[in-house]
């Protein structure tokens, strides 16, 4: 597959790229690959917190999107249904490695799993550097404690820079239920980083949107 | 009370105000809400601390065997091939196989139909080719076999004429 790369292209709309691969153009594919490729994988690493599992979710779901290409129809936006693919394909994932972990623990003699199924043991750590991957383990897994749905909705709303309609459609709910979704979801964050949040500085109103687009002041 | 309810009332606003996307009747609600209730302003203030600390979560950058790994697999997937190409969606194929072999059955039905219905006809057909014959009063009069028929024909009238004896009598 080769690829040009010019203004012209980079600016073609994914749904002009995705009617291109359609009828058989495979540099138009590989455009859109490059262009969702590192949102797909952060995505997905935030939902299953393993990056080999993350990137091979994520080959998936471009696999999926080539599979499909010449039944696609323009009806939605096309990152709605890229993220759908991904977000089904995240939780199934999830439930399986449940269900396996689940039979690996049922199996196994309760005094051998039992330390594994704990959060590491906060020490006082004095570097910095183990400090801060405490912080990030800690947001982790309180993001990932989170109901399946508000997670969803928070990893898309706070990181993927989706709007409302977008995320409802992926969510396949109401807008209402969404911005109802997202309040609960954020109000247990504030609780869960209570510590985090106490200690943190006071943005700047431009820098507190979820999605990095602050609310004029 | 009064203030419970606009606190509930602006919750599902608070996130829309604090990422921009609040219209600006949501936001001068939540402004105007706020101003009198130090509980929310705090929660917003909280709200803005919560989304600094959020982008603390670390994201990662796809390998560089990523783009390689999926052209590989893409080149590993079979060609399409011709049943692809003619039959682009598998469902509406099944579908109008279906509509097809439904209207053949139904088909049969109607045949069926038909040739009872061609058979009827034909008979209307014969009267109809007789019908200068049957009303032709001469020949009629001069033809034999209906002679030789019973005079059912007469009771009727007789019957009719007993009950306006009646409707008479009455």
Same mark, same amino acid.
């Given at each position: 597959?080769?690829?040009?790369?010019?203004? !012209?292209?980079m600016a073609r709309?994914?749904?002009?790229?995705?009617?291109?691969?359609?009828?058989g153009?495979?540099?138009? %594919?590989?455009?859109?690959l490059?262009?969702?490729?590192t949102?797909?994988v952060? %995505?997905?690493?935030?939902?299953?917190?393993?990056?080999? +599992?993350?990137?091979?979710?994520?080959q998936e779901?471009?696999?999926?999107v080539?599979r499909?290409? *010449?039944?696609?129809?323009p009806s939605?936006? %096309?990152t +709605?249904?890229?993220?759908r693919i991904a977000?089904?394909l995240?939780?199934?994932r999830?439930?399986?490695?449940?269900?396996r972990l689940?039979?690996?623990?049922?199996? *196994?003699p !309760?005094e051998?799993?039992?330390?594994s199924?704990?959060?590491? *043991?906060?020490e006082?750590?004095?570097?910095?550097l183990m400090l801060?991957r405490?912080?990030?383990a800690?947001?982790?897994?309180a993001?990932?404690?989170?109901?399946?749905k508000?997670?969803i909705a928070?990893l898309l709303h706070?990181?993927?820079?989706?709007?409302?309609?977008e995320?409802a459609?992926?969510?396949?709910?109401?807008?209402?239920?969404l911005?109802s979704?997202? %309040?609960?979801a954020y109000?247990?964050?504030?609780?869960q980083?209570?510590?985090?949040?106490?200690?943190a500085?006071?943005p700047a109103?431009?820098e +507190? *949107?979820g999605?990095?687009?602050?609310?004029?002041? | 009370? #009064?203030?419970?309810? #606009?606190?509930?009332r602006?919750?599902?606003?608070?996130?829309?105000?604090?990422?921009?996307?609040?219209n600006a009747?949501?936001?001068?609600?939540v402004?105007?809400?706020?101003a009198?209730?130090p509980?929310c302003?705090?929660?917003i203030?909280?709200?803005?601390k919560?989304f600094?600390?959020? #982008?603390e979560?670390?994201?990662?950058?796809?390998?560089?065997?990523?783009?390689a790994?999926v052209?590989?697999? @893409?080149s590993?997937?079979? &060609?399409?091939s011709?049943?692809?190409?003619?039959? &682009?969606a598998?469902?509406?194929?099944?579908a109008? =196989? @279906?509509?097809?072999a439904?209207?053949?059955w139904m088909?049969?039905?109607t045949?069926?139909?038909?040739?009872?219905?061609?058979? /009827?006809?034909?008979?209307?057909?014969?009267?109809?080719?007789?019908?200068?014959v049957?009303? #032709?009063?001469?020949?009629l009069?001069?033809?034999d076999?209906l002679?030789?028929?019973?005079? =059912?024909t007469q009771?009727?009238?007789?019957?009719? /004429?007993d009950? /306006? /004896?009646?409707?008479?009598? @009455?």
């Open positions: 597959m080769s690829v040009r790369y010019d203004v !012209a292209i709309s994914d749904v002009q790229l995705m009617l291109e691969a359609k009828a153009d495979d540099a138009s %594919f590989e455009l859109l490059q262009r969702y490729r949102p797909l952060s %995505f997905l690493y935030r939902m299953v917190r393993d990056s080999a +599992t993350a990137e091979d979710l994520s779901v471009f696999i999926r080539y499909a290409r *010449a039944k696609y129809a939605a936006k %096309f +709605t249904w890229l993220f977000t089904n995240a939780l199934n999830i439930r399986d490695t449940r269900h689940l039979e690996i623990s049922l199996d *196994a !309760a051998e799993h039992e330390p199924m704990e959060l590491p *043991a906060r006082m750590r004095v570097d910095q801060e405490d912080r990030a800690m947001i982790r897994n993001v990932e404690s989170l109901p399946e508000q997670r928070v706070k990181y993927e820079d989706m709007d409302y309609v995320i459609k992926v969510l396949e709910c109401s807008e209402a239920a911005k979704l997202l %309040f609960r109000e247990t964050l504030r609780v980083l209570a510590p985090l949040v106490a200690g500085a006071s109103p431009a +507190t *949107a999605t990095g687009k602050g609310r004029p002041s | 009370m #009064n203030y419970k309810t #606009n606190c509930e602006i919750s599902s606003e608070l996130i829309p105000y604090l990422d921009g996307r609040a009747a949501e936001q001068s609600a402004e105007s809400h706020a009198v209730c509980a302003r705090e929660r203030e909280e709200f803005r919560l600094g600390v959020l #982008n979560m670390p994201a990662i950058e796809p390998s560089g065997a990523f783009d790994r052209r590989e697999r @893409i590993a997937e079979p &060609p399409r011709l049943f692809d190409w003619l039959v &682009p598998p469902r509406l194929a099944f109008l =196989a @279906i509509l097809l439904l209207s053949v088909g049969k039905f045949t069926a139909e038909n040739s009872v219905a061609t058979a /009827q006809s034909e008979q209307d057909f014969h009267v109809i080719k007789d019908l200068g049957l009303e #032709n009063y001469d020949v009069k001069g033809f076999a002679s030789e028929l019973p005079v =059912a009771e009727p009238d007789q019957t009719q /004429q009950q /306006q /004896q009646k409707d008479g009598q @009455i």
